[in-house]
């Protein structure tokens, strides 16, 4: 707390906030399928890595750059997704949730048991595209160009997300689906489906976030491994299923995260989870979810 | 003078018991290793392949011996290792264990070694505290250590006129260590240490301990970290503009592996010490294409694969100089320390009575995309460290064993 200048402090904020542009986007993805499926997305660390492993073969087998992927990888994890969707998870969509947690798990040791037998765990080289190199000297902090695009871009997904679900007529026949199949389909509408799309979608920003992970870390099989946790904690303190929750629970975490990486580094693996026994203690729900 | 009598006898019936079983030809060989945590391509089931080549090149199998390789998964958990090899001491019998990177592994495990008096051949952790402070007469300790490291990069940055350090260190027996070490190397030769940062094993994101060390203003940035943290170390580094700016990074352990997967562009200029590098020579250079066509990722051998070939090498000849397998882990430990270690991978060494193994290190360079002709033609050698200056001083060892 001593002899901390606030230049280092303001620099500590802004790399939390980085951090929490995945926390972010992987918690959103998690949130939609669990507020509308009642899926436990295990296997949501394992997508993420897959997005990162797509972006990786498409530029160095199809000559596809960044930007090309950030499209493209998107549609290829979610395609995945509706294919583990129409496949599995489908049939047990009756059952506890607890079957669709062991299965979600149970596919996330698998795909990063394959890729891990094929690509060791060192991972492969992904470079920052050219367009985004460099860094600008902010006063306080070099602030990478890459970093900056990776917070902007978050919050405009993130927003656009939270805004299609809440506020346009698609949204509101999602979330009525949800409440009542029944009814919804009686309307004409192809509920089925539209929860494949769904989990189709919530998937594929996991497989964005891989994208946009790819130049920061090295690609490899355990990169989501090692997030995913922390993730299911953002969602847990935001409440599960609320989308803006685990928005805005998903920046503010990696914000204490990265002061507490500053201020008492010994703590910074386990403060969200600290964080997120609090918060059960105290509001069961999660932050802003609603109690059932 | 009765009881004396009766002590012969029995001292002389041990040692019957002890000759007949001298000649038992079962060999149970377990290695133990980090399968698929962030070292998982330093050692992992490469580890169990090098042993594997080394039990096939020993030709015991055709002399009637019957050698068996078990192999677990540590997960780079102190708790998790003790307890395999408690099990494969008690359970499985096996008489020798192998590999086991991790410091904080290796150390616990070397508590369970000595208490079940099983051979113990660290090739995978790094920490000197294995031959200085916890050195035991089951131990040898083989490729590598901190204060090698300390002494080959560390030794080197600094005389190249990288005078003021800051440390980003894994916080763990090894990152400690490695600090340690080469903070003595560094302050040795008139250099100062600024401060360290220290981060949790494993971790994804480093860019708050680098903002610090960027802070510092220190010459030189030491990684005194190893496998998938250091690879995003040094790519963070770079994002974060820290060579750009005029400091100097020192990764303290870096393997071949991690020099391959962060890619030459991020990783040339790179400075590494290793003991064992694919591309030496020609047996090197036999062993790896043998080791790569058996890997499913098609990769060349690290220094910690090339130390479970050697130690299983150097573990065999002995048993067959011995002329069985006399379970007894001590016994083989102190017959091994008096045969010279030799083999195409290391050359020619020996094994200190503290159990650390002596043979000459290299400092490496990771070469320049322009200077590579494959995709793991990834350094040159800068010097050679000999044998004697490459390891601690017996004269400096710690080791309680030494002072009796």
């Known amino acids: ?292 | 003078m009765k009881i004396s009598v009766s002590m012969l006898a029995l001292t002389a019936a041990l040692g019957l018991a002890g000759a007949a079983r001298a000649d038992d030809k079962n060999v149970k060989l377990g290695v133990l290793t980090d399968m698929a945590g962030l070292y998982a391509d330093a050692g992992g089931k490469g580890s169990v392949v090098a042993a594997q080549m080394a039990v096939e090149d020993s030709g015991l199998a055709a002399k009637g011996w019957k050698i068996d390789i078990v192999s677990a998964d540590h997960q780079n958990k102190p708790d998790v290792g003790v307890n395999i090899s408690r099990q494969w001491a008690d359970q499985d019998k096996v008489d020798g264990i192998f590999d086991v990177l991790t410091s904080s592994v290796a150390l616990a495990v070397g508590g369970v070694a000595k208490d079940k008096n099983l051979v113990y051949m660290n090739s995978g952790a790094a920490a000197s505290d294995l031959t200085n402070s916890a050195c035991s007469p089951n131990l040898v300790h083989w490729t590598y250590d901190t204060y090698m490291l300390a002494n080959g990069t560390g030794k080197a940055v600094t005389k190249a006129g990288g005078d003021s350090w800051f440390f980003v260190t894994a916080d763990y027996a090894f990152g400690q260590a490695l600090e340690r070490d080469t903070t003595a190397v560094v302050v040795a030769n008139g250099g100062k240490v600024l401060g360290d940062a220290r981060h949790p094993l494993s971790s994804s994101d480093f860019s708050s301990y680098l903002l610090q060390a960027q802070a510092s203003k220190a010459k030189v940035i030491g990684l005194a970290n190893a496998g998938a943290d250091t690879t995003n170390s040094i790519k963070q580094a770079s994002e974060f503009g820290v060579t750009a700016g005029g400091q100097k990074l020192a990764a303290l352990l870096l393997f071949a592996s991690d020099v391959h997967a962060l890619g030459l562009k991020v990783a040339q200029g790179l400075q590494f010490t290793v003991s064992f590098y694919w591309d030496a020579n020609d047996g090197t250079r036999a062993f790896a294409k043998r080791f790569s066509d058996r890997m499913a990722n098609k990769q060349m051998p690290t220094m910690v694969q090339a130390g479970v070939y050697a130690s299983v090498n150097h573990y065999l000849k002995t048993l067959a100089a011995m002329g069985g397998n006399p379970h007894d882990g001590a016994k083989v430990v102190a017959r091994m320390k008096e045969i010279p270690t030799e083999d195409t991978l290391f050359g020619k060494g020996s094994i200190e009575p503290n159990g650390r193994v002596v043979h000459p290190a290299y400092l490496y360079q990771v070469k320049t995309p322009a200077e590579s002709k494959g995709d793991w033609d990834i350094a040159k050698l800068v010097a050679t460290i000999p044998a004697d200056e490459a390891f601690t001083p017996l004269a400096q060892s710690t080791c309680a064993m030494l002072k009796k």
């Open chain 1, 1 to 292: 707390m001593f002899g901390i200048s606030a230049p280092a402090l303001l620099a500590q904020l802004l790399v939390g906030l980085i951090n929490g542009s995945f926390y972010a986007l992987l918690s959103l993805g998690l949130a939609v399928i669990f507020g509308l499926l009642n899926v436990i997305n295990f296997a949501h660390g394992a997508l993420f890595m897959m997005g990162a492993f797509v972006a990786y073969f498409l530029l160095n087998l199809a000559g596809v750059g960044y930007w090309g992927a950030l499209v493209l990888a998107p549609i290829v994890v979610g395609a995945f997704g509706v294919l583990l969707e129409r496949t599995m998870l489908r049939r047990i969509a009756n059952l506890d949730h607890l079957y669709g947690l062991l299965l979600t798990f149970g596919l996330a040791l698998i795909i990063q048991g394959v890729f891990q037998n094929y690509f060791g765990s060192s991972g492969l080289p992904y470079a920052i595209p050219a367009e985004l190199q460099g860094a600008r000297n902010l006063g306080f902090m070099f602030l990478p160009n890459y970093r900056a695009w990776v917070v902007v871009f978050s919050i405009a997904v993130c927003f656009a997300t939270w805004f299609a679900i809440e506020k346009t007529q698609l949204g509101a026949l999602l979330r009525a689906a949800t409440e009542n199949p029944a009814l919804v389909r009686a309307f004409g509408v192809n509920v089925p489906r539209m929860i494949t799309l769904t989990y189709g979608f919530g998937v594929g920003l996991a497989g964005l976030a891989g994208v946009l992970a790819a130049p920061i870390n090295q690609v490899r099989p355990l990169m989501g491994a090692d997030l995913i946790i922390v993730v299911f904690a953002v969602v847990v303190i935001g409440g599960m299923g609320s989308i803006l929750g685990s928005i805005l629970t998903g920046f503010a975490l990696g914000v204490v995260e990265g002061l507490t990486k500053y201020f008492y580094p010994e703590a910074s693996n386990t403060v969200v989870f600290v964080i997120m026994a609090l918060v059960l203690m105290i509001k069961p729900a999660g932050l802003f979810g609603r109690t059932a």
